[in-house]
Structures are given as structure tokens and as C-alpha cells.
């Protein structure tokens, strides 16, 4: 009666180890909401350095704001300013909100996928905007500060067209895949042990 009521006592100090043990592999993945955070929060300095060199009074910065205002070719920089803006910080702010609710409902998301979309919005997002500022910055200097034909912006610009849109597809698709990866979940099922019972011991007296 004793040797058993031992053996019973041993087993479930080990289930309880076993179960122990399992913790620090879960919270040792971080919630992919914490990693889209980060992400937002870099792309939204990027976007703010970017802002304060736009209206930098001194140096050449201030040709940039020259550029704009003159219109043609500038309208690239501020596409690709917006397109920073909008897919690379609020983008991500917005799939961590959504990612951190599916998570908060007990569903397992799709990490592969999820991971996937992140690495191809980042670089479509990032390289598309850069083209496109750079694009925008060459080609509205030649337009408006230096008033080249428009043959000649033209060529400027016509060898960056393809790049830019298979970047930016590259980012739409990122983006699809963040999407299905939160609309592909699982629920989370919590692994159940059976509890000892005390009449057990009541019946081995």
C-alpha cells in the first residue's frame, strides 16, 4: 500500500517536470505581433529621417523641396515617400494589431507563411520606395532646375520602370501572404492531464 501510493506520488512529480519543461520552448518563440511592432517602428524612423532631410535648410536639401513643388517627375519621389508610409509603417502596425488579436484568441498562425510575407514585403516595400524616390529625385531636377527635354527624362527613367513594378508586386504579394497567414489559423488545444484521484488512496487501505 505504501510502495504504491510512493509510486503514484514519483509519477506525478515527473508528469509535473515534463510539463514543466515544455514552457521555456513556447516562450522562448516570440509573438510574430512583437516582430511586425518592431518592424513598424523602424520603418516609421526611416520615414522621419526621410521627412527632416526633405526640409533640411541647408546644403543641397533644400533643392528637394524645389523638386516637389515643380511637379513632372518629382510626383515618383512622393510616391515612393507615401508608398514607405503607408505599406512600410502603418502596414505593419496595423497586420501586429491583427496578428496580436488572432493570437489572443487562443489561434496558432501559420508561422511559415507569415514569415514568408514578411520578408517580401520588407524588401518590395523597402527597394520600390528607394527606386522611386531616387527616380523622382533625378528626374525632377532634370525637369525642374535644370529644364531638360523631355526625351531626355524620359530615358532617364523609362530602365527603372520594370524594377519599380515587379518590387512593388513583390510587396502586394507579401502583403497577401500576411493576410492569409492570420486568416489560416488554427485553434491552440492546451494539452489536459488527468489529476490523481484521492479515492484511490482510500481504497488501498
Not at 526633405?54 to 546644403?59: A, F, K, S
Not at 501586429?96 to 498562425?109: A, D, F, H, P, R
Not at 518590395?124 to 520606395?129: K, P
Request: overall charge positive; charged content about 15%.
Amino acid at each position: 500500500m505504501t510502495q504504491s501510493i510512493i509510486n503514484r506520488q514519483e509519477s506525478n512529480h515527473i508528469l509535473a517536470l515534463s510539463n514543466r519543461s515544455g514552457l521555456p520552448e513556447e516562450k522562448s518563440r516570440a509573438p510574430l505581433y512583437i516582430l511586425l511592432r518592431k518592424i513598424a517602428l523602424v520603418h516609421a524612423i526611416a520615414a522621419s529621417i526621410w521627412t527632416i532631410i526633405m526640409v533640411l535648410p541647408m546644403g543641397p536639401f533644400p533643392l528637394l523641396l524645389r523638386i516637389i513643388v515643380g511637379g513632372g517627375p518629382s510626383t515618383w519621389f512622393i510616391m515612393g515617400y507615401l508608398l514607405f508610409i503607408i505599406t512600410g509603417s502603418c502596414g505593419f502596425a496595423v497586420l501586429s494589431y491583427v496578428y496580436y488579436t488572432v493570437e489572443k484568441e487562443g489561434k496558432i498562425i501559420n508561422n511559415q507563411l507569415a514569415l514568408l510575407g514578411i520578408v517580401l514585403t520588407c524588401v518590395g516595400t523597402t527597394a520600390a520606395s528607394t527606386m522611386l524616390q531616387i527616380a523622382g529625385a533625378l528626374g525632377g531636377y532634370q525637369y525642374s532646375i535644370m529644364h531638360s527635354p523631355t526625351e531626355k527624362i524620359r530615358l532617364l527613367l523609362e530602365p527603372l520602370v520594370n524594377p519599380i513594378r515587379l518590387l512593388t508586386i513583390i510587396a502586394a504579394i507579401g502583403i497577401i501572404l500576411q493576410c492569409l497567414a492570420a486568416l489560416l489559423t488554427v485553434r491552440r488545444t492546451e494539452p489536459t492531464h488527468s489529476l490523481p484521484n484521492p479515492n484511490d488512496d482510500k481504497n488501498d487501505h
